[in-house]
């Protein structure tokens, strides 16, 4: 039996275009899910997985139902799969834990083949961004979750969907790197306790693949990219982790696993 892999993705971003359609994006997610079947032990996908979602107590989101079939079959594939929300997802409630998944909500620190992993998906982390954190207290609030579920679901995901929209045109697919030191989440892990020893931070959010050492030169800050405009994700094996490309269709993914 070849070693099984620890694999992580995140900023799918269904419902909205990136480089391709959503439709085909999605197919190549589900086609990337095919690969996790066969080489994964564990998959975490860590955030912003759909534009926009919301769960009214008797209605989801409609739209994604082969993705959510794809998680359905890597599950039953005896893959453990675990869920993030991310600032464009936040408010999802009992729908996949339901489903068997669990849903992080926050950042969680776990261990694989020997090395301390802090994943999370990044919103909300680090300096600055106050008007963020406020809006993210909005948002988790329950009383604002309870009011915003009293609007009819054509009109709630319709204001979803045109928020998510006017977010992107100022910044998504225009991401620009600047350096490490301006980077907010790198400058979270560097400021992240040293006796709390964790060899990689992953993350999501940033729609940048980025892998960097950190200056204690022992932890590395990872973020995973997109599957809008760069089509990676991670995988961590016994000898180490990797930043890697796939979706085009010549591209394969891993070779040597
Ligand atoms: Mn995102």
Known sequence: MPQKHIYFASDFHLGRKGLDSSAIRENKILNLFK???????????VGDLFDYWFEYKHTIPAGFSRFIAGLIDLKSAGVDVELFTGNHDMWMNNYFQDLGF?????????????????????????????????LRKVFRNKLCQWLFARIHPNTGIGLMKYFSNRSREKSFGKEEFESF??????????????EEEVDYFIFGHRHIPMEYMLQSGKAKYINLGDSLYHYTYGV??????????????????????
């Not at 909500?105 to 992993?117: N, Q, Y």
């Not at 030191?181 to 040293?194: F, G, I, N, R, T």
């Open 35 to 45: 690969h996790f079947e066969e080489h994964a032990s564990k998959v975490y996908l």
């Open 102 to 134: 669990k849903v992080h909500k926050d950042p969680i620190i776990v261990e694989h083949f020997g090395k301390t992993l802090y994943i999370g998906h990044g919103d909300g982390l680090g300096p600055g961004d106050y008007n963020y954190k406020f």
């Open 181 to 194: 030191d301006k980077e907010w989440l790198v400058q979270y892990c560097e400021s992240y306790p040293a």
């Open 236 to 257: 961590l094996k016994e000898s180490g982790f990797s930043l890697i490309s796939y979706g085009d269709k010549d591209a394969h993914i891993e070779t040597n696993c």
